[in-house]
């Protein structure tokens, strides 16, 4: 069988593995970048900005508090 007309599906199909590859060392490069600065933002004692930063805020009220259980 003759591959030569399968050549022009070839081309896309290696431009779009490229520019996946080349999206996901992005987020890896971001995910490190991150890493980076959360380790020495830790290091110098700094706090997380992990939690909710509304935390306390409003005495840590749920909506769910406010709903009557059925009697």
């Not at 779009?16 to 080349?22: E, I, T």
């Not at 970048?33 to 930063?53: E, M, Y």
């Amino acid at each position: 069988m003759n591959r030569l007309p399968l050549l022009p599906l070839a081309v896309p199909f290696a431009c779009l593995a490229l520019l996946s590859l080349v999206a996901f060392l992005g987020v890896v490069a971001i995910a490190g970048a991150l890493h980076v600065v959360r380790a020495i933002k830790s290091g110098l004692g700094q706090q997380s900005s992990d939690g909710d930063p509304r935390q306390g805020m409003v005495g840590d009220a749920h909506p769910l508090d406010y709903v009557e259980a059925p009697r």
